[in-house]
């Protein structure tokens, strides 16, 4: 399991700077793992910090509007890990009970 | 990657401005976090490349001369946040039944009922180790002018390392919270993996008279290089010496409260579990497992042994095995 020290993280990301990090932490917008020797930073976060960054530096978001495209990502990127499970699940099922869900999505949704 | 200048859409005369601006317009449209288009995430793939390849003007320099060329200089095979968030443990995930109204029991269902764990997520479905928390939940009132009201801050969620034998043996970690706050925190005996720890008071701050909100720390458990954990009993991996394996004896045991006398039957082998009874946690069972180590030297005496041993007391451990 890779782990990032706080430098570590700051060296692998090229638009992190050490204040810009702090702030990031500071809204929570990542949250680094605690333990009593320091703080630690998880892929994910590594990934979500590439992320903040990238929307801070290419659409200019700063922290009410980066908190909220963060929330709505982590909510569609969540919903879409969701909808692929339940899709892959249907996909085993046997063609009469898929056609039997379709009917029913079809009917719900009008078309 | 053929061409970097292509797949920014330049040519070589683009200066390294031009490069960076380029390059930042393709991340905007097909960064694989905002597009979910396979072809964005190709072309925001070979821009990434194109612009680490370019963006150093030295190197920059020694492509155009022809020196280095663009191949195996894509970037290490990088996962995207996509690639973490969409799976069922984003730890930055704050609801997902919420707002699928009558048939959120039937999301629980298939997707598991998840705590609201994102940094700011109150209420969202709090798990019950949470014992009671959630009636804290938004307890904010208006105050009686009508101006400003008071609000309990925000709940906050950290997740905390523990190193195994802190959480067999219960103790404290002394820890220091992203907003600076330094404090010791208890670790209950036997503590858990994923279990919650709640520190009233340590959560955002209020608004107005509204008190802080809890901190909540879920546990992550370290492992140890000796010590493996099964709820409350624990296995010790011992190594022995060859003598020992073939004669027993008693050996000198680790346990989690101390080093006690164990008695080695005759003839142990490697992978070869005891239990000592008790000697877990709160009460459950420590298992000893053997692991026969060779002394750092097979000595001639040994080897001279073995020969002669071997003569008359052959066997074979692999009869049956086949193959």
């Given at each position: 399991m890779t782990r990032y020290t706080a430098d570590e993280l700051i060296a692998a990301i090229e638009d992190l700077t050490r204040p810009r990090l702090t702030h990031y932490v500071e809204m929570r917008m990542v949250s680094p793992v605690i333990s009593d020797h320091g703080e630690t930073y998880r892929e994910v976060d590594r990934a979500r910090v590439q992320l903040l960054c990238s929307l801070t530096e290419d659409y200019g978001l700063r922290d009410d509007a980066l908190h909220m495209v963060m929330t709505v990502l982590d909510e569609m990127h969540g919903m879409r890990g969701e909808m692929q499970a339940l899709m892959a699940a249907l996909a085993e099922e046997p063609d009469e009970t898929r056609e039997r869900v379709t009917l029913r999505i079809r009917q719900r949704r009008g078309h | 990657m053929d061409d970097p200048y292509?797949?920014?859409?330049?040519?070589?005369?683009?200066?390294q401005d031009e490069i960076k601006k380029a390059y930042r317009k393709i991340a905007k449209t097909d960064h694989p976090d905002l597009n979910p288009d396979p072809a964005a995430s190709e072309r925001f793939k070979a821009a990434a490349a194109a612009y680490d390849l370019l963006k150093d003007p030295e190197q920059r320099a020694r492509f155009d001369a022809g020196e280095i060329d663009a191949q195996g200089q894509e970037r290490p095979q990088q996962q995207y946040y996509r690639d973490f968030a969409e799976r069922g443990e984003n730890p930055y995930r704050q609801y997902s039944s919420a707002g699928y109204g009558d048939f959120s029991d039937v999301f629980e269902d298939l997707f598991g009922a998840r705590a609201g764990r994102g940094g700011g997520g109150p209420g969202a479905g709090m798990g019950d180790d949470f014992g009671g928390g959630q009636q804290d939940f938004?307890?904010?009132?208006?105050?009686?002018?009508?101006?400003?009201?008071?609000?309990?801050?925000?709940?906050?969620?950290y997740d905390l390392e523990v190193d195994f034998m802190t959480a067999a043996k219960g103790g404290a970690t002394r820890i220091t919270l992203p907003d600076g706050?330094?404090?010791?925190v208890k670790i209950p005996e036997g503590a858990a993996d994923g279990q919650t720890i709640r520190l009233r008071g340590?959560?955002?701050?209020g608004y107005g008279q509204g008190g802080r909100g809890d901190a909540y720390l879920t546990l992550h458990v370290g492992d140890h290089p000796d010590w493996r954990?099964?709820?409350n009993d624990v296995t010790l991996t011992l190594p022995i010496s060859l003598d020992e394996a073939v004669l027993g004896g008693k050996v000198q045991v680790p346990t989690l409260s101390g080093a006690v006398s164990m008695n080695l039957p005759k003839g142990a082998s490697?992978?070869?579990?005891?239990?000592?009874?008790?000697?877990g946690i709160k009460g459950g069972n420590q298992y000893v497992e053997l692991k026969v180590v060779m002394p750092p030297q097979i000595d001639a005496e040994l080897a001279a042994f073995m020969e002669e041993w071997r003569a008359g007391h052959a066997y074979?451990?692999?009869?049956?095995?086949?193959?």
């Amino acid at each position: 399991m890779t782990r990032y020290t706080a430098d570590e993280l700051i060296a692998a990301i090229e638009d992190l700077t050490r204040p810009r990090l702090t702030h990031y932490v500071e809204m929570r917008m990542v949250s680094p793992v605690i333990s009593d020797h320091g703080e630690t930073y998880r892929e994910v976060d590594r990934a979500r910090v590439q992320l903040l960054c990238s929307l801070t530096e290419d659409y200019g978001l700063r922290d009410d509007a980066l908190h909220m495209v963060m929330t709505v990502l982590d909510e569609m990127h969540g919903m879409r890990g969701e909808m692929q499970a339940l899709m892959a699940a249907l996909a085993e099922e046997p063609d009469e009970t898929r056609e039997r869900v379709t009917l029913r999505i079809r009917q719900r949704r009008g078309h | 990657m053929d061409d970097p200048y292509q797949a920014l859409g330049l040519t070589k005369s683009a200066s390294q401005d031009e490069i960076k601006k380029a390059y930042r317009k393709i991340a905007k449209t097909d960064h694989p976090d905002l597009n979910p288009d396979p072809a964005a995430s190709e072309r925001f793939k070979a821009a990434a490349a194109a612009y680490d390849l370019l963006k150093d003007p030295e190197q920059r320099a020694r492509f155009d001369a022809g020196e280095i060329d663009a191949q195996g200089q894509e970037r290490p095979q990088q996962q995207y946040y996509r690639d973490f968030a969409e799976r069922g443990e984003n730890p930055y995930r704050q609801y997902s039944s919420a707002g699928y109204g009558d048939f959120s029991d039937v999301f629980e269902d298939l997707f598991g009922a998840r705590a609201g764990r994102g940094g700011g997520g109150p209420g969202a479905g709090m798990g019950d180790d949470f014992g009671g928390g959630q009636q804290d939940f938004g307890g904010f009132r208006r105050s009686g002018g009508g101006q400003g009201f008071d609000m309990r801050g925000q709940d906050v969620r950290y997740d905390l390392e523990v190193d195994f034998m802190t959480a067999a043996k219960g103790g404290a970690t002394r820890i220091t919270l992203p907003d600076g706050n330094s404090l010791e925190v208890k670790i209950p005996e036997g503590a858990a993996d994923g279990q919650t720890i709640r520190l009233r008071g340590k959560g955002g701050e209020g608004y107005g008279q509204g008190g802080r909100g809890d901190a909540y720390l879920t546990l992550h458990v370290g492992d140890h290089p000796d010590w493996r954990r099964d709820g409350n009993d624990v296995t010790l991996t011992l190594p022995i010496s060859l003598d020992e394996a073939v004669l027993g004896g008693k050996v000198q045991v680790p346990t989690l409260s101390g080093a006690v006398s164990m008695n080695l039957p005759k003839g142990a082998s490697t992978g070869q579990r005891l239990r000592l009874k008790g000697k877990g946690i709160k009460g459950g069972n420590q298992y000893v497992e053997l692991k026969v180590v060779m002394p750092p030297q097979i000595d001639a005496e040994l080897a001279a042994f073995m020969e002669e041993w071997r003569a008359g007391h052959a066997y074979d451990p692999r009869k049956g095995m086949g193959g």
